[in-house]
Nanobody, 128 residues
């Protein structure tokens, strides 16, 4: 199975930027579709962005379209989430997730239950 470790979270002012990284190990990274989810206190985990193995398919939550960009570097076994124009409502623990089936990914990209592999999360706090 693949192991995922997130990094890059922190405290930033509204309007600022952060880039999250998700380093993968254990299996061939390029075989996995990758996604980012987030969970704010008292709320359910929600989909943020997803990217297929080749990068040909990308999906974003409406709340982050135009502000966040998901990408991957298969040579570095790492996925990224570039977050710009951050808002206080973006405050959450951010998790990366992996799914090996492209068919499942394209059908269920927004469902947390579709991803069998998860990182431990990284905190993002946006101050107003």
């Amino acid at each position: 199975q693949v192991q995922l470790i997130e990094s890059g979270g922190g405290l930033v002012q509204a309007g600022g930027s952060l880039r999250l990284s998700c380093a993968a190990s254990g299996r061939t990274f390029s075989n996995y579709c990758m996604a980012w989810f987030r969970q704010a206190p008292g709320k359910e985990r929600e989909f943020v962005a997803g990217l297929s193995q080749s990068g040909s398919s990308t999906y974003y939550a409406d709340s982050v379209k135009g502000r966040f960009t998901i990408s991957r570097d298969n040579a570095k076994n790492t996925a990224y989430l570039q977050m710009n124009v951050l808002k206080p409502e973006d405050t959450a623990v951010y998790y990366c997730a992996a799914e090996q089936s492209l068919r499942s990914f394209n059908t269920n990209f927004g469902r947390a239950a579709a991803y069998p592999y998860w990182g431990q999360g990284t905190q993002v706090t946006v101050s107003s």
